[in-house]
């Protein structure tokens, strides 16, 4: 097998791999590596029995993702699959790096990667992890904010209607997002296919064949004024990718949140709101729902 890129038909095994390593970082889902296979420039192989990934995005250096096997983990095959992702590296003149490393894969690295190697946490790409409950009930005098954003919604609005989204509602979601974009002055990406929109409308366009994505909308006066679309990420623990609305509506992005996490993942203990990618906008708004952690990410130098 040559390396090749992300398409529809790599989902088997994604999901394989995927399901094998019960993740809680963003990226170990199908749904988020296809949606952004045009901004990371991914290409995988399987070596080994490994999932092996590489980056070589416009806005970073060129990094592998930690080899995921198929099945159990085993130390011989690993260290095969490290040189030849190595070699591969070689190949380009790269300098060889693995990225986004979960934090608690580091002792696996430690004990098994067989060289000594320098880890530096890479913040901007911590994913956010908060309490299910918490998001729900918005209890405690630090949420309090966000209770009144939604009390103040519906002394404006008095009502609204959560209906969850369907392939026949995408254009309805890709007409919210284009007004964000002219509202907020954002999407002006050099290259379309490397934009938060265009990913999302990878998902929308391809609703009905990728299994496992949730999504709903928001209608307020008889029209959509927000969306929102996640799915699970492991047996406790969801992730929310993408949530857009009308600024102008006080209220719509608490209210959206709470309601499609107590509608769509009752039962789970975290929900993942993935990172803020060192926006300041993002930070403050991520932060403002007051997080139990982060799941850390790491940049891995090896000394070969």
């Not at 405690?140 to 966000?146: H, P």
């Not at 709903?216 to 969306?227: C, D, P, S, Y």
């Amino acid at each position: 097998m040559q390396w090749k890129e992300i398409e529809l038909s790599s989902q088997d095994v994604f999901r394989k791999a995927f399901n094998s390593r019960q993740s809680q970082a963003s990226e170990m889902s199908f749904a988020n590596m296809f949606m952004w296979r045009k901004n990371y420039k991914t290409v995988y192989k399987v070596i080994n029995n490994m999932l092996c990934m590489v980056s070589n995005s416009r806005m970073t250096r060129p990094f592998a993702f930690m080899p995921v096997p198929l099945d159990q983990f085993e130390p011989e095959a690993f260290q095969k699959t490290v040189g030849e992702i190595k070699n591969f590296f070689d190949s380009k003149g790269w300098r060889f790096i693995f990225g986004r490393v979960e934090e608690s894969n580091i002792p696996l690295l430690q004990q098994h990667l067989g060289v000594k190697f320098e880890a530096v946490n890479n913040e901007d790409n911590s994913d956010y992890l908060y309490e299910t409950e918490s998001l729900v009930t918005l209890a405690g005098k630090k949420l309090s904010a966000k209770r009144n954003h939604i009390n103040k919604f519906m002394r404006e609005y008095g009502s609204f209607e959560y209906v969850e989204l369907t392939s026949e509602l995408a254009s309805e979601c890709k007409r919210i997002f284009e007004q964000w974009c002219k509202t907020n002055e954002a999407c002006d990406c050099q290259v379309p296919e490397e934009c938060e929109k265009w990913a999302c409308s990878q998902l929308l366009d391809n609703w009905d064949v990728i299994p496992g994505l949730k999504g709903a909308l928001i209608k307020v006066n008889g029209r959509f004024e927000a969306f929102t679309i996640g799915e699970m990420l492991n047996a406790d623990t969801a992730v929310i990718h993408i949530e857009k609305g009308n600024t102008e509506i006080h209220g719509v992005y608490t209210l959206i949140n709470r309601e499609f996490v107590a509608r769509t993942f009752p039962d789970t203990k975290y929900i993942n709101r993935e990172e803020d990618m060192g926006k300041e906008g993002l930070r403050k708004a991520k932060s403002s729902y007051y997080p139990i952690g982060f799941v850390h990410k790491y940049d891995i130098f090896p000394e070969f």
